[in-house]
Structures are given as C-alpha cells and as structure tokens.
C-alpha cells in the first residue's frame, strides 16, 4: 500500500518547452569562459607552456583518443565512481535510516559517524593501501566512503522531522518496521534522499581523483598527475574538462530520475 502524501505538486505544464531555454541558459557561461580563453592565450597575455589554446587541448584529446587511450582512462574512472557510489550510498541510506527512525541508535552511532565523517579523504588512503592494497578494492573503498557521508547526514536529518501524523496514519492502516519505512518514510523525504544522492557523486569524483593520484596507473586522475610529471599542460587541462562534464552529466541523470520520483510519489 502506498499513501498519497499531500504536499505542492511540482509544476509539470509546459516543462518540455522550458528545457531548451534552460540548457541554453546553461551553456552561456562555459561559452564565455571558452571565448575568454581563446581570446587570453590568441593576444598572448598567457604563454602557450602556461595556457595552451583551446585547440591545443582538442588535439592532445584527439591525439589520446586516436589510439584509445582517452577511452580507457574515462572508462575505468566511471567505473569506479558507479562503484563507490552505489556502495557508499547504499550504506548511507541504510545508515541513515538506522539513525534518523530510532533515538537509541541515534545516540550510540551518532557521535562515532560524526566524527569519521570529520576524517580528511587523504587520510584514508594509506589505511586502505596497506589493508586492501594498490588495486581496485582500495580505490572502490575510498570512493564509497566519500560517498555515503552526505547520503547518511541528509537521509538522517530528514527521517527525524516527517510528520508524526502521517507516520501515525501509516500505523493506522496496520504499517510497521520495512513496510511503513518503505510506504510513508521514505516517499516524504525523497527530495532530501536525492539532495544527499547529488552530494554523493560530487563526493565520489572528488575522491576518485584523490585515489588515482596516489596509486594507480589508469584514469583521469593518473592523467592528471602523469601530464604533470611531463609537463603537459594541454593534457592537465583535458582532464579537468573531462572531470567536469562527466561530473556534470552523472548530476543530470541523478535529476532526470529525482523528476520521475517527484512525479510518482508527490
């Protein structure tokens, strides 16, 4: 049984002939941005060594793409981002969820998540290296813990301030425990459940690059820190630009699935 949860309906009418004006909105400040960019290293106010051109960073792209390269390294740092991200927000929200419902759990893991939340990402990483080793798992790891972080502090939060009168409506249509968790809890805080999921994979492209700058030999992050150990500007460069739109568009998927939340249960 699901409950219907009153509330304001998002607005729905005209969305599809909104879109396009918004993603053009959008795009206006990276268009800038490149149009300064051009515009800095073509008057020559920037040395090419300190700021190549934009069409220097198109080619070292075209270059690592030619034989594959690129490809790799953005496939396994989505890899390992879909990895952590789906373990570290699954542990949140299981997490979360034990502390927001219940006040005894509360009190006994409150304190001990707050403070690990506290641990800088960096110190992490030489636990995980020597406990789990310079490969995949140590990676995964850290990503996972960067991420069930947010996902655990807003889906806490949000649990202990649903209306105690529609949990007590849930109980009176003979809802308890998974049931009135899943029914009535949940629905009502699923704007704050995917808030926290955005957080999350913000969370994970940071930590990504954390972990392969320190141990790896593939992925973006192992791009960044091998261009610069060859000083290749163009290629840093590429990297970040990679990061951002890849970081960008996980952000939109996670939307497009908050909308068809929204819609279903508000």
Same mark, same amino acid.
């Given at each position: ?123 992490? @990483?030489?636990? &995980?290296? %020597?406990? #789990? ?6 990676? *995964? !790891?850290?990503?996972? /813990?960067? $991420? ?45 459940? @995917?808030?926290? &999921?955005? %957080?999350? #994979? ?6 990504? *690059? !954390?972990?392969?700058? /320190?141990? $790896? ?48 249960? &508000?």
């Amino acid at each position: 049984m699901t409950l219907t949860l009153a509330g304001p309906a998002p607005a729905r009418a005209g969305s599809g002939r909104l879109a396009a004006p918004v993603v053009l909105s959008g795009l206006i400040v990276p268009l800038a941005l490149l149009a300064l960019w051009w515009a800095v290293t073509a008057l020559g106010i920037v040395p090419p060594h300190r700021l190549p051109p934009p069409a220097a960073v198109l080619e070292a792209g075209l270059q690592l793409a030619a034989d594959g390269t690129l490809w790799r390294h953005v496939g396994i740092s989505a890899q390992r981002v879909v990895l952590g991200f789906a373990i570290g927000a699954a542990a949140g929200l299981a997490l979360g969820a034990l502390v927001g419902l219940s006040r005894r759990a509360n009190r006994l893991l409150g304190p001990t998540v707050g403070a690990f939340r506290a641990v800088p990402s960096l110190a992490w @990483v030489p636990l &995980l290296v %020597l406990s #789990l080793g310079i490969n995949e798992d140590s990676k *995964v !790891a850290l990503i996972a /813990i960067g $991420s069930l972080f947010p996902v655990f502090t807003t889906v806490a939060g949000a649990l202990r301030h649903v209306d105690p009168q529609l949990v007590e409506a849930g109980r009176a249509f003979g809802l308890s425990g998974i049931r009135l968790l899943a029914a009535v809890q949940l629905p009502a805080v699923v704007p704050s459940v @995917v808030s926290g &999921l955005r %957080l999350a #994979l913000a969370q994970a492209w940071l930590f990504l *690059v !954390a972990a392969e700058l /320190i141990a $790896s030999s593939m992925g973006l992050g192992f791009l960044l820190i091998d261009s610069q150990n060859n000083g290749r500007v163009d290629r840093i460069l590429l990297a970040i630009v990679l990061l951002a739109v890849l970081g960008k568009a996980s952000d939109a998927l996670i939307g497009v699935a908050e909308r068809r939340l929204l819609r279903r249960w &508000l």
